[in-house]
């Protein structure tokens, strides 16, 4: 009896663990089978190409990985050295008590919703950046670029702190020895120490980032054009994909939907093994 | 003369695929107890030839020994010669380990006959409900007394409510713990105090109504007073139950051992019985001294 | 010892502490000083009897009750979808012992954790198409396509929580449910999953949390503007994140963008509060583990 139960048991999360498996193995699998007929039909590789324009028949969302990748990469620039100092004055620069409130404003952050960043950034920073830039409507690159950083903030933040949580503790007493103040620990012992937890964290910030789909699509200006400056409006691969789907306009365009989501699911497969090679001491699984 | 030895691969969670013969005397390494050639009956649990590997490292080596019933065996050595593998041996805990490897036979009496634990049990579980054992620490549940005692008796044994209540009272009454407790029974385990939560770790072993007690240093996280209450509950314990234990004091074990072992590297180095004279303090402290060189 | 460097992190330091709480602050403040004031039964109910209108009696127009009923509607059935999968999943991780199936599974988890949410929600309008063109014509988005993939996307927070939960309780707690005679799934059920239960409750929190405030799932899946209660899991629905979403764009007049922003600080709430009972739970089970922490 007891024997029995424990074979059900194993069976029972065994299966979980397949459902699980196969559930992520069928997401890929479904959006690439979807994508395909665009490579292999009649539209080729002009999906690859640098031009939107549905009313001529061209579908090319090459413009949009660019702004994807721009607005990432801005966010990534703005939002990790914040990140990289909020944990630094909670592990040590700043008075203990400011160090403990910002803490919990982090974790406070990882609750907040994107579209209700959104909703308050449409009424406050879009004004704030028509009037400021001068051009444009205020929703933009930048725009998007700047709420984004604080979306991504707290992820990367707390990762941030995790590591460096354990490193501070085993390095504090090495500094003290060694005359340094807490100050001078963190900054030459601890940090370099932390390198991989900190370029990890970029990593998972950019991956969030490049994923967000609502801040792009209230904020960036959803222009189907190569980003050149920060006030231009963009389309990103997230916010094209809502756009398109939502209205529902012209089957032909469905096809650059599905390339759009497996260049999306090609940058987190990339995101996820380098985090794997930083976090190589058997961190996950 | 040794027959085939037995190779059980036990990486955690695989079954064991014996390939044995009946289990025949080997040549124990410690004999019987005062000139009694080793009847089967006096015999409480044997080993013989025992290896133990951890990986690549091994733990015990060619172990062969008895303990016998109405009678404390104790175990005594530096930390890392392998006495309380050699104790997790007997309920074959050892398997709880990753890459835990056991070859050589080990037998325990139950119910009259020495039984080979790997072979007549292919669930371990069902040997220890056979094997009780203590640990160093006190392992209480996080949970009420009451739920502490009942819980393996109910899920393990599938016993009844009326006969748990019966087993619960007598345990805790064996274990000096009734009178302290039996107002509370429903108060949380880890109000007790460490000597009380350790009887009633024991007592929870006890209501199993067990072959064997084996217990590991169980007196080296309590202070001196609970530690001589326990040493006393041993006394009595043990014309009812062979006990197997390991201690970090040799102070205790000159007290309370009928059989004294010194192992050392993974070995049995040497056996004293309390009929034919046990070494005195000094001797054995000199004794331990030399097995750290030797390691 | 550079002084430099220490001086550049310093600046990095005041920087970032005085830019992030204020940003968020002026953020938040902006939700505040133009939304407190539409917080009222109105709000809610659009001007029908509360009871009325919670029944489902009245239909409520002008009130953002049918999107929290949608929600709640939502994150009843995502919870029930992931709940098993999930928790099973985690406890797999956390106990299993053949190290190439965990390492699969693992990266597997981690996969799909970092899936975009409009990707899943791209997924599931797939599966629509699929069924469809196949067994049921007549398929459209609705709660259940919805709360399909809500299961999904959070899936990863539940076997993550489980694992860790498990996984930080004491060595010592395998060994005594085995030397007590328990099989490896009674050890579990009576020793185990009792003891992280908060750690695991907690989990289940976040991942409510998550699914609450998902907008790009559910915009693809069968949210709309105005469908009133939700009809039943086949049915599209109304949800608080998409209202919001819709109404930053559609607002007729001052009114529905004050309560625009008000329904704001209802999900903010909400998901506030989601985290905070984690948060709680996860704390608890840290300080009773603590002080028995043995690091073999």
Redesign the interface.
Known sequence: MRFDRNRIADVTFGASALVTGLAVAAIFGFLFLFALPVFTGGQGLSILSGVWNPGRGQFGILPMLAASLCVALSALALGWPLALGLCCGIRGFLPRPVGRLLLMLLRGMTAFPTVVYGFAAIFLLVPIMREGLGRGSGLSWATAGLVLSLVILPTMALVMDAGMRQTERRLRLTGAALGFTREQTLTHLVLPACRKNLLAAAALGFGRAIGDTLIPLMLAGNAPQWPSAAWDSIRTLTAHIGLVLATDSNSAAYGSVFVAGCLLLLVNVTVQLCLRSLLRTGETA | MMTDTMHTEH???ATASPDMTSGTACSAECGSLSGDSALPQSVAARLCDLNVFFGKRQVLNGISFEAHNHAVTVLIGRSGSGKSTLLRTF?R?NE?F?GCRTSGHAQVLLEGTLTDIHTSFP????????V??V?Q?P?V???SIRRNMT??LQ????LTPPVIAVRVERALRDAGLWDEVCDRLDAPAETLSGGQQQRLCLA?SLA?RPAMLLLDEPTASLDNVSSRTIEALLGQLKDRYPVIMVSHSLGQALRLADRLVLMGSGRILRCWDRQNGLPDMETLELMLEETACCE | MSRPATYFVRTAVWGAALIVPLALAALTGVLVTRGAGALDANLFFGGVPALQAMTGRIPVWDGIWPACAGTLSLLGLTMLLALGPGIGCGIYLATSTASRAKALLGFAVDLLAGIPSIVMGLFGFTMLLMLRRTIAPNAGASLLLAACCLALLVLPVLVSTTRAALESLPRQLHLTGAAMGLGKWQTLRHILLPSSARGILGGILLAAGRAAEDTAVIMLTGAVANAGLPAGVFSRFEALPFTIFYRSSQYRDALELEQGFATTLVLLVLSLSLLAGASKLQRTLEQRWQGIRDDD
């Open positions: 990486d955690s969670g309920n805990l709880c990753a669930e371990p579980a069902a040997l220890r409900t056979r009780g054992m640990f620490t392992d549940l996080p949970v819980l393996p899920h393990a044994l599938g929870r199993m």
